[in-house]
């Protein structure tokens, strides 16, 4: 096997691993589940090492990667009229139905002010190794469960507190200042989660930290064609439109499926939301010992 191929193996080996632990998991709750994963240091940090090596060794050869489009729908939305045509369509379409905002549902509340009067200020979720380190207009908050650099803090965004006043943010996180961020980045996290509530509870708590009209920006990976998995892209959207995000931009690329949404409405969850956030794993069953990691999911992700 090849070095790229073996830091592959890890990535889907660690997930499948989680998934079937999720699968036959007795009478554990998922809570006690990911409290478990979170204690084994080893594996945690030989995926982190993996992720890192991937990215910065081979994914980074791509003359076009994942970072590369997060920053240039952040400048787009930010600093070339995206943020602004969006609340003038918004503008234009009230006054045609003769509505306000309040009766759109439309969130009105601390919402972003234009021009930025700082940098963007981006909490990158399971960041690694602080890819956006070097982009001058950004003020990042790197945050990962097993950081790879020492410019990443330690958290579990699945469990941190969202509080309301300002914090300081120390090498460990131990919570998170509510509508504090312009963007929350979502790069190859979702799929890491073996169950779809808690890609849910990571969705809701990007939207708490948010500020009005910030970005979501979501990056998943897919090696299928463009309208294998259209169903999965589809609920999501649903799922999220129910969080109180809008869909701004969405893009297939070769291996990566790249979503931004908007912070725009007031959240109307249904009980049943979280099954909106589903991959095509979830309807997997896991047979490591009967079978060869299949490495697609992610080969070349960028």
């Not at 918004?90 to 940098?119: A, F, V």
């Not at 439109?241 to 725009?264: P, S």
């Not at 979280?274 to 095509?280: D, E, N, Q, T, W």
Request: overall charge neutral; charged content about 30%; glycine content about 4%.
């Amino acid at each position: 096997m090849s070095e790229h191929q073996n830091l592959s193996s890890v990535i889907k080996e660690t997930h499948a691993k989680l998934r079937k632990m999720f699968n036959e998991k007795d009478s554990k709750s998922h809570e006690l589940l990911w409290a478990e994963h979170c204690s084994k240091e080893e594996v945690l940090n030989e995926y982190a090492t993996a992720m890192k090596d991937l990215a910065t060794k081979h994914w980074s050869k791509s003359p076009y990667t994942r970072i590369n489009w997060c920053i240039d729908k952040m400048k787009e939305y930010f600093f070339e009229g995206g943020l602004e045509k969006l609340r003038m369509k918004d503008e234009r379409r009230l006054k045609h139905h003769g509505m306000t905002q309040d009766n759109e549902n439309i969130l009105i509340e601390n919402c972003l002010k234009l021009p930025l009067e700082e940098k963007v200020r981006l909490l990158d979720v399971g960041s690694c190794y602080n890819p956006f380190e070097s982009y001058n207009f950004v003020n990042c908050l790197p945050i990962d469960l097993c950081p790879a650099s020492p410019t990443v803090r330690r958290c579990d965004f699945l469990q941190v507190p969202i509080s309301e006043g300002l914090t300081e943010y120390e090498d460990t996180i131990s919570c998170l200042c509510k509508e504090n961020f312009d963007v929350v980045v979502f790069s190859l996290l979702l799929e890491y989660f073996p169950s779809s509530e808690q890609r849910h509870i990571c969705c809701e708590k990007a939207y708490e930290v948010l500020k009005g009209d910030g970005l979501l920006v979501i990056i998943t990976p897919d090696s299928s064609h463009q309208n294998k998995n259209m169903n999965m892209i589809k609920s999501w959207k649903l799922a999220m439109e129910n969080l109180g995000f809008t869909r701004w931009r969405y893009e297939k690329l070769q291996h990566l499926h790249c979503m931004a949404y908007r912070k725009f409405g007031k959240k109307r969850v249904f009980s049943d939301n979280y099954k909106l956030l589903f991959i095509p794993q979830d309807s997997r069953k896991e047979e490591l010992s009967n079978s060869k990691p299949n490495l697609s999911l992610a080969i070349s992700t960028g």
